[in-house]
């Protein structure tokens, strides 16, 4: 009997430090879940404490808040279960029964296992809770019934399905449940439809946000404007390659997520998206001054006033203060309205891991005559961007007047 | 005068003009110890960096660099400084000057936008610093430049009630 005793504290002696051990690893995986899925990103205003909400969130239907979702029990998610917090995670189901707005992206997380839903919902509970109320969203009718989502959830809620992984890599199985799910890109990276749900059978091809493309994820297109797997993977760690930095919106994804993902993660997700037998990234060819367009031409006097500063004369860029004209990836993108929009807005100043940083970059709205911009953006479009076709004033214009009418400032 | 396309208009100022006034200090567009002031048609004036902007940029525009502040006599001596340049030396705003030119400029910019539209004095702290803010200083911490400014527009009655 006493010997059993022994053998029994002995045992529950164990598991204890066992069970802690595995609490402990779950909330470590449920934090690198949690950075994976950007959770940050929506749910921290700028400046304020993390994971404590009131991030507007603009879209065509109103202004949107993230929530609180610190333990706080009163302001928080301090009272979630896990189910609940699952339901949350993939249905958009609020603990009171409420539907989530599809802010949150549960088309995309609704495939997300619950062991990962556990993980992040047991990390999540050991953040300091945030005893503050986050504002509250109100949209004006008929968005701010939320009932209204029911047939919405039916229609959408999880319309995303998997592609079958038959024949793929283990790494381009793993970078596809980090893309589509935990990392929704497709979110941003897709074009919406009039409900403002994501369309699938264009997924991943690109979708306009505050007036910026985020541009065609497709293995083709990415390529096309010279990326390949090692490039891609080094972009998502550190921010910055040889095509450029990441700006605007991916640049607090970059913060708060792709920088903070393993190696082999980041790599997965670059076999993801380029596939298991990449496309060759296209090489840039020099286009000699005469070769360009009358435009191009005066365009490269534009850019010697007002870019080449910085930039340098030779597109080259310099270290630490401005990317690289030449083969950069905005410059490469067939559609203009990125350039067009940097080039007005600016950039404010980025810092990177480490001393990296990038200067501010000022905006040209109020510098440059329509014509003017236009030149320039033949002028690098032609000269270093790989495009051909060329673009007219109206097409500027166009662009020009499509800006988002709220201030918006590039990261 | 043929300049080449690519020349800095601070190489301008400096190589082709003799106004060795404006300073090249970061080269960068950071500290704006470059900054000369353009005269805009509508009326209006702003500071541009000359560091990392074209000399040919400013075909047709109007320029005032920091020697257009001062009176002069008849043989280019200076007889009086202007009142923002009067009120930096008495308040002791710099030291090694090497920022002052910039921040003349930047201040004479705010002058003649309040001119326009005076400011409330609840406004002030905020305007110098949106004003002034983007300037480098290293020497004497910013207090005294804000310090001068303030009193300066005051002075100049530029400031209201409110």
Redesign the interface.
Same mark, same amino acid.
């Given at each position: 009997m006493k010997h059993l005793l022994t053998r029994l504290t002995l045992a529950v002696g164990l598991a204890a430090p066992l069970l802690s051990a595995h609490a402990d690893d779950q909330v470590k995986r449920g934090e690198y879940l949690a950075r994976a899925a950007d959770c940050m990103a929506c749910h921290t205003a700028p400046g304020g404490a993390p994971f404590a909400g009131g991030l507007p969130i603009v879209s065509p239907f109103g202004t949107i808040y993230g929530t609180n979702i610190t333990p706080s029990k009163e302001h928080g998610i301090g009272q979630y279960s896990d189910d609940e917090f699952f339901a949350a995670l993939t249905e958009g189901k609020r603990r009171d029964g409420a539907n989530l707005y599809p802010a949150m992206p549960y088309t995309s997380y609704h495939l997300m296992p619950r062991e990962d839903s556990d993980a992040i919902h047991a990390y999540l509970k050991t953040i300091e809770p945030i005893e503050r109320a986050a504002p509250v969203t109100s949209l004006s009718f008929p968005f701010n019934v939320r009932p209204g989502l029911i047939g919405w959830n039916m229609l959408y809620g999880k319309a995303l399905k998997l592609e079958s992984g038959e024949g793929k890599s283990e790494a381009w199985k793993r970078g596809q449940y980090m893309v589509e799910v935990l990392g929704h890109c497709g979110e941003c990276h897709t074009p919406r439809g009039l409900p403002g749900a994501m369309q699938l059978d264009k997924r991943l091809t690109g979708g306009i946000l505050n007036g910026y493309l985020a541009p065609s994820l497709l293995a083709t297109d990415l390529a096309a404007r010279g990326w390949n797997q090692q490039d891609l993977s080094t972009f998502l760690k550190h921010g910055m390659s040889a095509q450029g930095t990441m700006f605007n919106e991916m640049f607090p994804v970059f913060h708060n997520s792709t920088q903070g993902l393993n190696d082999q993660d980041l790599a997965a997700m670059a076999t993801f998206l380029l596939g298991d037998k990449p496309p060759a990234a296209k090489e840039l060819t020099e286009v000699s001054l005469d070769k360009l367009s009358p435009s191009a031409q005066r365009g490269?006097?534009e850019y010697?006033?007002?870019c %080449?500063?910085?930039h340098a %004369?030779g597109g080259e860029g310099?270290p630490h203060?401005a990317v690289a004209m030449r083969g950069n990836t905005t410059l490469r993108l067939e559609d203009p309205r990125n350039l067009v929009r940097v080039i007005e807005d600016g950039i404010g100043e980025q810092k990177f891991a480490g001393f990296e940083h990038m200067?501010p970059m000022?905006g040209f709205a109020d510098k440059l005559k329509p014509e003017q911009l236009t030149d320039l953006l033949n002028y690098l479009r032609q000269g270093w961007g790989g495009q051909s076709a060329e673009l007219a004033v109206s097409d500027v214009q166009k662009l020009q007047a499509d800006a988002p009418a709220v201030e918006h400032k590039a990261h | 005068m043929d300049i080449p396309d690519d020349l800095p208009m601070i190489d301008y100022l400096h190589e082709y003009k003799n106004l060795t006034g404006s300073r090249l200090g970061c080269g960068q567009g950071i500290c704006h110890a470059c900054v000369v002031i353009v005269d805009n048609p509508d009326g209006t004036s702003e500071e541009v960096r000359t560091c990392i902007t074209g000399a040919h940029y400013f075909e047709g525009k109007k320029v005032r660099t920091i020697e257009a502040h001062a009176k002069r006599d008849e043989s280019g001596q200076v007889t009086e400084l202007n009142p923002i340049q009067q009120r930096f030396v008495d308040e002791f705003a710099f030291q090694c000057s090497y920022c002052a030119p910039g921040f003349v400029n930047a201040a004479t910019v705010l002058v003649e936008k309040l001119q326009r539209q005076p400011i409330a004095k609840s406004k002030l702290e905020q305007v110098i610093e949106d004003s002034l803010g983007h300037h480098v200083c290293r020497c004497t911490g910013y207090v005294r430049y804000y310090n001068a400014t303030r009193n300066v527009l005051t002075d100049l009655g530029l400031v209201k009630e409110g």
């Open positions: 490269r006097q010697l006033n007002v %080449a500063g910085c %004369a310099k203060i200067q000022p | -």
